[in-house]
């Protein structure tokens, strides 16, 4: 009985170390991961489920950024040590980053949102070339990643 | 050149686009491929210009030699010899628990641009003697919105010389004999030197200006004044370094035997060259590693180097015979052994440099308040026993003519040294 309280005194200990020594760089990363998580969720559950509604403009964005955001947060938290001292640069970098590429995403979304009614019964056309042109895109990419190695 | 790997996250970016543009191309909904759409430009982007070569790190310390409790300042560099800039370096150093850093132990995250470095400016306390390392330190660059990591980065310790600061110390004159040629310490042979000796007649050789002329107008002789000559001496000191005992907490802490003979060590060592005198140093080990005998400023410079290099070696063996014993040490030095006699081979030692004519005066230097090791009900027992026995072996060391003291800083030695002295003056019965 002694040991297995031994165990948990020591547990209780690492954890409030660990704790003590969390900085406010990474510990702002965890944070904002978390509630990006929580927003996707919930949002997809509540256009999908219970009204059954796909998302507007507005609501496709959101949702693109929390994704993007939980995504490009965990691979930062992945990174980056719990107690690290952290240079407010890295920050501000990877979070410009992460907007540049969610602004592009907006003005895809807006594309993809405002075209479709113009388009009419050539929808399907227009989106199968498209889809064409970004596979070609795609494959002269890896190409090109591929012949530099 | 080195590797890049990938991180989870690039793995997780390729399977969300491969799930959402394969539902996209089955449902015929287009907001998946939005959707989708951060995840390819993050991974386009960041790959498209990817470094590929890893950080390179150094280590420098600001000062080589400091004594005890002083302060080293140190760096830490990283540079990125790419054309392509890390989105960050994860930087990490070990440091020697005799070096006290604040915060030194946490990992460090910054940027780093192309061709430029950044630099991490610590300071470094000192604890305890000995040769402690800062370093190696190691960089982790992450890159393409962190979907590449690189290979470690590693820059090589650099050692810092801690001289250990001296326990001051302070004798009197008293020294059994003083064979040098030119020192501070009185002796009965004639020759230059400050003594008077008095008052004889002049022969060739003598200097003029030691002439009495109140003597030698009124005898109408040439007369001088005699003087007993200054001589130096010469310290051999030996260092019991056969165990390690105690823990040792630095300089602001407890003092474990290596401890207390390093520090007293130097201390002696400072006291006698300072007089002028010869000292040497010899090791009483496996390694049996003996310092030259000399003089001066240089030669304390050189034996706070030497003690730098004092450690117990596990096993404590002793060393071979023809490289330590009583023929190593000249008949007229004085022999000081820093010993805990924790062994009773160190005894044995004392012994055979006494019984071979040599002055040796010993210096314990076991922690008074050294806990014992405790193990159940007879270790109380068993630690007075020990005592005692040790006690016994002191008691014996004083029969063969060996005063033993404790350390205590100045002052430890004046009364062994005039006993010593005394029976070195004393008349020897010789066989004829």
Redesign the interface.
Known sequence: MNDILTRWLGRVDEIAARVRRTTPGPLLVRVGLFVSALLAVLGWLISTLAYGVGPDFLALILLATALYLVHTLAALAAVLPHDAVVAPGVLLRWLRRAGLVLGLTAALALFAVVVPPYLGDHAYLVASLLGLVLMVATVGYLARLVRRR | MRRWAP???FG??VL?VGVLVGLA?VL????L???A???A??A??G??RRPSRVPVVRVSTGAEFVGEGGEVPAGLSVANPDEVPY??V?LRTAISPWLVVP?GD??????VAPGAAADLDLRAHAVRWGRPAFGPAVA?A?AA???L?SEPGMGQARRVKVSPVTDPFEATDSMPRAAGLVGAHHSRRPGEGGELAGVRMFAPGDRLRRIDWRVSLRTRELHVAATLSDRDAEVVLVLDILHEAGRSGGIHGARSVLDTTVRAAAGIAEHYLHRGDRVSLLEYGFRARRLRTGSGRRQYHTVLEWLLGVSAAAGGFEPAPDAFGPHTVSTNALVVVLTPLLDVRAAQMIARFARAGRFVVGVDTLPADLPLPVRRDWSTIAGRLWRLERTNILEQLREHGVPVVAWAGAGSLDEVLRQVSRMASAPKAVLR
């Open positions: 991180t989870h996250a997780r970016a969300v191309m015929g909904r287009a907001d491929v939005v959707l759409t951060p995840f430009l993050g386009a982007l790959i498209w989105d960050l994860v915060e946490r990992p460090y995250v910054t940027t982790h992450v919105d962190g979907l990591v």
